[in-house]
């Protein structure tokens, strides 16, 4: 441990999955306080057990709430001033996915995708805003890839993942007067449980998933949830003090279909 977030409380959302469980064992390892958020219960108590066991001296917090409820942030970032006393860090990462060609977009697709993928954002970082403030904190929203560079099928992700850039640098402009900045981790292929849930239900194989990676990026491969959590570790610790209103991408130099 080298405590690059010693004494920070962070609230990191959509804690249960992937990228944010990985987040929060590494904050956890920097020394950080953290409160995880997810709306599967099963998940995050398995989550916050598991790091417990990686790091005994973790100092965690967790929450069950569906943050595509506009009222779950007020709950969340009462919970947090009220077990740690302060916000330093918010990791806006909650996401979920659709595959619909745009010509066949539901409305209630539509729907879920904007509320949980990009209000949720603008509804807990105004929340989390006053005590950032005085924390002169700041805010790492998960975006994609693909929210730079859409591609075909999964337009409603695409457009509320570009929004969350969007988003990110007009807080960045908007609270720079408070001390706050705000930046953006655009993951590419990152091996999720999900990733693999998925391609066994399609019938796809480990090598057919590596198959897929190998061809699309530079790295060819994918990338583990932890190689996402650094860069959201840097973006969140004073070693980015001079970084802000930035979309950083971390996709192994994703190629993109002209
Ligand atoms: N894995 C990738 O390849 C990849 C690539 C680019 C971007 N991302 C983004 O990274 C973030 C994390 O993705 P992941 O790969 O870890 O996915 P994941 O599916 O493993 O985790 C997402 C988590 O968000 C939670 N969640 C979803 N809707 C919620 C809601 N309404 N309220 C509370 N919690 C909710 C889920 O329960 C889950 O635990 C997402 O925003 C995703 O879009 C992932």
Redesign the pocket.
Same mark, same amino acid.
């Given at each position: 441990m080298t405590g690059r977030l010693k004494d920070k409380v962070a609230i990191i959302?959509?804690?249960?999955?992937?990228?944010?469980?990985?987040t929060g064992q590494l904050f956890c390892e920097e020394g950080a306080k953290v409160l995880l958020?997810?709306?599967?219960e099963p998940? %995050?108590n398995s989550v916050v057990a598991q790091i417990r066991s990686a790091v005994p001296s973790a100092e965690i917090a967790s929450l069950t709430?569906?943050?595509?409820?506009e009222a779950?942030a007020s709950r969340i970032v009462s919970t947090a001033i009220s077990t740690f006393g302060r916000i330093d860090v918010l990791v +806006? +990462?909650?996401?979920?996915?659709a595959y619909e060609a745009l010509a066949e977009a539901k409305t209630e697709t539509w729907d879920a995708i904007l509320?949980? +993928?990009l209000l949720?954002y603008a509804w807990l970082t105004r929340e989390a805003l006053p005590h950032l403030r005085a924390s002169r904190g700041n805010i790492v929203n998960?975006?994609?890839?693909?929210g730079v560079n859409p591609r075909a099928g999964m337009g409603q992700?695409d457009v509320a993942?570009a929004g969350i850039i969007s988003m990110t640098k007009t807080l960045a402009f908007e609270e720079a007067a408070h001390g706050i900045r705000a930046n953006a981790v655009?993951?590419?292929?990152? %091996?999720?449980?999900?990733?693999l849930r998925r391609a066994q239900a399609e019938g796809r194989t480990r090598e057919d998933l590596d198959a897929e990676a190998a061809h699309g990026c530079l790295a060819r491969r994918?990338?583990e949830?932890r190689e996402?959590a650094y860069p959201i570790l840097w973006l969140a610790s004073d070693e980015a003090s001079y970084i802000t209103a930035t979309a950083i991408m971390v996709?192994g130099g994703r190629f993109v279909v002209g």
């Open positions: 959302t959509g804690a249960a999955g992937g990228i944010g469980s990985a958020v997810d709306r599967d998940g %995050l709430a569906d943050v595509s409820e779950s +806006n +990462n909650a996401g979920i996915r509320k949980t +993928n949720s998960v975006s994609s890839t693909h992700y993942k655009c993951p590419g292929l990152t %091996l999720t449980p999900f990733h994918w990338a949830p996402i996709d």
